[in-house]
Each structure stands twice: as structure tokens, then as C-alpha cells.
């Protein structure tokens, strides 16, 4: 048996678990408890950690939000569980990244057979660079998340159209605020210029004044070719480069050689978030920065 294999196994039992569970409950339930309150929620599925935190933060006490994609992996190599699958067949909403990331979507949204399920895309319709979905990392096209967010929310339960709304107005605020320290952050960094592994940052340099030089690895399962790695480096000597960015997601390995042959340092910033420190998408934002800013070398701050 693969471990693939295995998985699946293991969200079956699992999920067949529940079932028992749920029908000893239903025998057994007097009055209204912890239980019914729960089962009384908006359930919603969401592709990534960031926009799992983006609808508890809209939805409140309204939602139960199933994850899809684990802290842990990259979305960019993902295969839901059997849990995950009855998850979604019971869904009211689906909340995609969109822009290609969510490239097992479709299947799985025809495997659930749910005709009460909406689907939104938050990148729908955004300016994109290419085929990067990246577009989370960006905290002002966060605040268009929100919104959509809201909208959705109420479209799939109009009673709490309300809530949801001051919910994503005090949740926009948070990410001005953030937004705003952000900028200050950088403003004290003379150093612009970045390496990443990894195309997740681009429209967070964009938004923010970084300078992109090259990126490594342009599409996750596909490593750069020696001759690649040796433009790399010489770019990045003659760009004076001294950060690569990397993630916790991929292996750094590569990384890790052009750091060691150009003696730039390599930081972990996190484009997923969702394990502590960065268990919300705001403290991982944070987190991130302040790394970013540590390498660049924030030296000239008091
Ligand atoms: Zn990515």
C-alpha cells in the first residue's frame, strides 16, 4: 500500500467513524447542545490556510471552516483526503484561491455531488502576473478577499448578511493597519533586492517596493538546470544580492548551494501560514516581514 493509498484509507475510517458517531448522538441528544450549535453553522471549505482564517475571521460564530491543503505541504502538490471529499459534499461554500492554484478542484467539486454548493474564485477577475496565484501574499488584494468573502457568506445565508459585513469591515481595518506597518517596516531597508525559490512573493514586491531578481525555481516540480543555477549566480554577484528567499514547503537544497557560492543568507518566509506563531494570516504576515527585514538588514533603525 502507498502512502497515498494509506491516506485515503485512513479518511474513510475516519469518516465512517463520524457517522457512527453522529448516529449515537442523534439517539442520545436531549434539548439543544454544544452539538446542535455547531451543526446550526454555515459549513464552508477552504483551499489554504490563509483563506481558512480569511472566513473564520468574516464568518465569526456563524461558519465551520474545513481546511483543504495542510500547513505543512505545498498546495502546489495536494490531494485530498476521503474526509476532506465528505467535507465538501456537505459544504455550502467552497472558497478557492483561483488563478490555477487549486488545479484538484474540479475534480473534486464533481466527485462531492453537492448541487447546494457555491464555488468562488477570490482572485477572479484581479490583475495577475501571468499564471502566479499568489495573490494572498499581497495584504491590499487581501482586503478584496474580505469583501468577496463577505458577499459569499451572505449570499449562502442572508440572515447573518450583517455580521458578516461589520466582520469584514473591522477585518479590513486590521489589514490597513497591517498594511501600514508593513510600509513603515521597509522604509528604513536601502536593500531592495531579493532571490526567491519560489514565485510566491511577487505581488507582495510589487506592492511594496522590492526588487525580484530572479527566481529559482518558476514551476515547483521542476528544478533549475546547472546552467540556470549558473546564471542565477552570476546575477545575483552582479546584482549585489544578498537574500534568497525560501519556504518551509520546498526543499531549500538548491537554495542552499547558490547561497553558499554567492554568500547570500537564506530566510524562511512563510506564503501558507497557519501553524503558531503564524497561525493566522496577519501574525504570519508580520512574522514574515520582520524576517524579510532582519536579512535585509534593518542595521540603520535606531
Ligand atoms: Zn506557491
Known amino acids: 500500500m502507498t502512502r497515498r493509498q494509506f491516506i485515503r484509507l485512513l479518511g474513510w475510517v475516519v469518516f465512517l467513524g463520524m457517522v457512527g458517531l453522529g448516529t449515537l448522538a442523534g439517539c ?39 481546511l483543504m491543503v495542510p500547513p505543512n505541504i505545498s498546495p502546489h502538490h495536494y490531494e485530498p483526503t476521503a474526509q476532506q471529499m465528505e467535507a465538501v459534499s456537505r459544504a455550502k461554500l467552497m472558497v478557492l484561491n483561483g488563478a490555477g492554484l487549486e488545479f484538484w478542484a474540479p475534480d473534486v467539486i464533481r466527485a462531492a455531488q453537492n448541487p447546494n454548493l457555491k464555488v468562488i474564485e477570490l482572485a477572479e477577475g484581479l490583475p495577475r502576473k501571468g499564471d502566479n496565484p499568489h495573490l494572498w501574499l499581497n495584504p491590499v488584494v487581501m482586503m478584496t ?17 450583517a455580521i458578516y459585513e461589520a466582520n469584514a469591515a473591522a477585518y ?14 521597509l522604509a528604513g531597508v536601502p536593500d531592495r533586492k531579493v532571490v526567491t525559490l519560489h514565485p510566491a512573493w511577487e505581488y507582495f514586491a510589487d506592492e511594496y517596493g522590492l526588487e525580484v531578481v530572479a527566481v529559482i525555481q518558476p514551476t515547483p516540480a521542476k528544478e533549475p538546470s546547472p546552467a540556470e543555477v549558473a546564471a542565477i549566480i552570476d546575477l545575483m554577484r552582479a ?30 518566509m512563510d506564503p501558507i501560514g497557519g501553524v503558531p506563531p503564524r497561525e493566522t494570516y496577519i501574525k504570519m504576515m508580520r512574522w514574515n516581514v520582520n524576517e524579510l527585514v532582519k536579512a535585509l538588514g534593518a542595521g540603520a533603525s535606531p
Not at 41 to 53: E, G, M
Not at 172 to 185: F, G
Request: proline share 6%; net charge negative; glycine share 8%.
Open 28 to 66: 442520545q441528544r436531549t434539548g439543544v447542545g454544544p452539538n446542535e450549535a455547531e451543526a446550526s453553522r454555515v459549513p464552508v471549505v477552504a483551499s489554504i490556510a490563509p483563506l481558512a482564517d480569511l472566513v473564520r475571521q468574516v464568518g465569526g460564530e456563524r461558519v465551520t471552516v474545513t
Open 145 to 161: 478577499y474580505t469583501d468577496r468573502v463577505a458577499q459569499a457568506l451572505s449570499e449562502v445565508d442572508p440572515a447573518g448578511k
Open 172 to 185: 479590513k481595518a486590521d489589514l490597513q493597519a497591517l498594511d501600514k506597518d508593513i510600509r513603515a517596516a
Open 239 to 268: 546584482e549585489g544580492v544578498r537574500v534568497i528567499i525560501v519556504e518551509s514547503q520546498m526543499p531549500p537544497h538548491i537554495a542552499q548551494s547558490i547561497a553558499q557560492e554567492t554568500g547570500a543568507q537564506l530566510v524562511y
